[in-house]
């Protein structure tokens, strides 16, 4: 078990919805304030998706990253700030043809994916290395496309968070490491709770953490009813917590989380009363490597 752990807050993600959560943030100044609130609480790292504040749906529109981006740094200079580069990666088959996407696919390029990151140069952003069965749809990653977006983030000057949702994502996380693609020591999250992929257990977060390079940091995520769990088992194996409306909207059984930030002070008090100290984004930056 480490002695100092950083928490991450994931806003508002790409899937929740306003009928799971009344509270989920949409609007950019809903987002910006929601993570200003869970850096009070004792999040390091804030995780970042937009929405059309229209409609609640997910964008990757340059305008609203922008304007989250700029009011979050308007009030709070320090706090690490984590894009996603998950939206666009989404491929529903055709009904007629399977070869033609059909109604719903996201799937695009790497350089309209990074865009965002690109333009706003932010600490870290997320890299997904999973292609797989997600709900009836599938997500596609390919080595290449993963290969041309680390590129881009590394342009940036944005550390790569890179997500792992099966064993087979370490293996190509291994892979570029070893050519090049990715620079080492790598930062790196454990996606367990998604249906096809890695399953919420302390011998899966022991297993994928065994896997790992001896130098990586890393983060066990619980979706949904393991968020919580998955914040202790984290710790314990050694790694950092990360908690959020991205990734539950339960506080506790049968309970709405009140807010990101209400999420965060639980987690908080979980990490601490573990033994490890919670730490700020100033000594977060000197573990992950930020300059």
């Known amino acids: 078990m480490r002695d100092e752990v950083f928490i991450t807050c994931a806003v508002t993600g790409n899937l929740t919805t306003r009928e799971q959560h009344p509270g989920l943030?949409?609007?950019?100044?809903?987002?910006?304030?929601?993570?200003?609130?869970?850096?009070?609480?004792?999040?390091?790292?804030?995780?970042l998706h937009v929405r059309d504040p229209a409609t609640g749906k997910p964008s990757m529109a340059l305008e609203y990253y922008q304007d989250v981006v700029a009011r979050i740094r308007g009030r709070n200079k320090d706090l690490i700030i984590?894009?996603?580069?998950?939206?666009?990666?989404?491929?529903?088959?055709?009904e007629e043809d399977p070869k033609v996407a059909g109604p719903g696919t996201t799937l695009t390029t790497p350089e309209i994916r990074t865009a965002h990151v690109t333009a706003l140069r932010p600490d870290i952003a997320?890299?997904?290395?999973?292609?797989?069965?997600?709900?009836?749809?599938?997500?596609?990653?390919?080595?290449?496309?993963?290969?041309?977006?680390?590129?881009?983030?590394?342009?940036?000057?944005?550390?790569?968070?890179?997500?792992?949702?099966n064993s087979g994502d370490i293996a190509l996380m291994r892979d570029m490491l070893a050519d090049g693609s990715l620079a080492a020591p790598a930062l790196t999250s454990?996606?367990?709770?998604?249906?096809?992929g890695f399953q919420?257990?302390?011998?899966?977060?022991?297993?994928?953490?065994?896997?790992?390079?001896?130098?990586?940091?890393?983060?066990?995520?619980?979706?949904?009813?393991s968020a919580?769990?998955?914040?202790?088992?984290?710790?314990?194996?050694?790694?950092?917590?990360?908690?959020?409306?991205?990734?539950?909207?339960?506080?506790?059984?049968?309970?709405?989380?009140p807010s990101n930030a209400a999420m965060v002070e639980k987690a908080r008090r979980m990490v601490e009363d573990l033994g490890p100290r919670v730490i700020g984004p100033a000594r977060a930056r000197e573990i992950i490597g930020l300059s």
């Not at 809903?30 to 999040?43: N, V």
């Not at 990666?89 to 055709?94: D, E």
């Not at 919420?200 to 009813?225: H, K, W």
């Open 82 to 94: 984590n894009l996603t580069t998950g939206p666009g990666g989404r491929f529903v088959v055709g």
């Open 126 to 165: 997320t890299l997904d290395l999973n292609t797989m069965n997600s709900g009836r749809e599938v997500v596609i990653n390919t080595p290449r496309n993963v290969r041309r977006m680390a590129a881009f983030l590394r342009e940036a000057g944005a550390v790569p968070e890179i997500e792992l949702f």
């Open 200 to 225: 919420p257990s302390p011998e899966t977060v022991i297993y994928a953490r065994n896997l790992l390079p001896a130098d990586a940091q890393f983060t066990a995520i619980g979706i949904g009813r």
């Open 228 to 257: 919580f769990p998955m914040v202790a088992q984290s710790v314990l194996a050694g790694g950092h917590a990360r908690v959020g409306l991205e990734d539950a909207t339960m506080i506790a059984r049968g309970v709405l989380a």
């Open 25 to 47: 943030p949409v609007t950019p100044e809903e987002i910006a304030d929601a993570a200003l609130a869970a850096a009070e609480e004792g999040a390091a790292v804030v995780h």
């Open 190 to 196: 454990f996606v367990m709770g998604v249906k096809y």
